[in-house]
Nanobody, 124 residues
Framework: QVQLVESGGGLVQAGGSLRLSCVTS????????MGWFRQAPGKDREFVAS????????YYTNSVKGRFTISRDNAKNTVYLQMNSLKPEDTALYYC?????????????????WGQGTQVTVSS
């Protein structure tokens, strides 16, 4: 069983930055592709960013391109999401997810394991 634990969320003013972390345990971290998703109240969970088993392949939703950066440290079993120039519309519960393979797409249904989420609130 794989466990994912997110941290780093909080309250920040618009234009500010946060760095989310997700530590995994249970299997070899490098065998998973990883993703970040978010869910605002009353909305569906949506894709934010993903990264392949190595750092060479990344993918972002259009609304965060140029502001967010996903990265991973396989030695620390950790994936990060650096979020800059935050906007009030980025407010959501942010989830880390793992795919037991090579998938780095947007479908929530194709990720095998999920964390509990960390809250990000951006004030205007």
């Amino acid at each position: 069983q794989v466990q994912l634990v997110e941290s780093g969320g909080g309250l920040v003013q618009a234009g500010g930055s946060l760095r989310l972390s997700c530590v995994t345990s249970g299997r070899t971290f490098s065998s998973y592709s990883m993703g970040w998703f978010r869910q605002a109240p009353g909305k569906d969970r949506e894709f934010v960013a993903s990264i392949g088993r190595s750092e060479s392949l990344t993918y972002y939703t259009n609304s965060v391109k140029g502001r967010f950066t996903i990265s991973r440290d396989n030695a620390k079993n950790t994936v990060y999401l650096q979020m800059n120039s935050l906007k009030p519309e980025d407010t959501a519960l942010y989830y880390c997810a793992a795919n037991n393979g090579w998938y780095i797409g947007e479908s929530v249904h194709l990720y095998d394991y999920w964390g509990q989420g960390t809250q990000v609130t951006v004030s205007s």
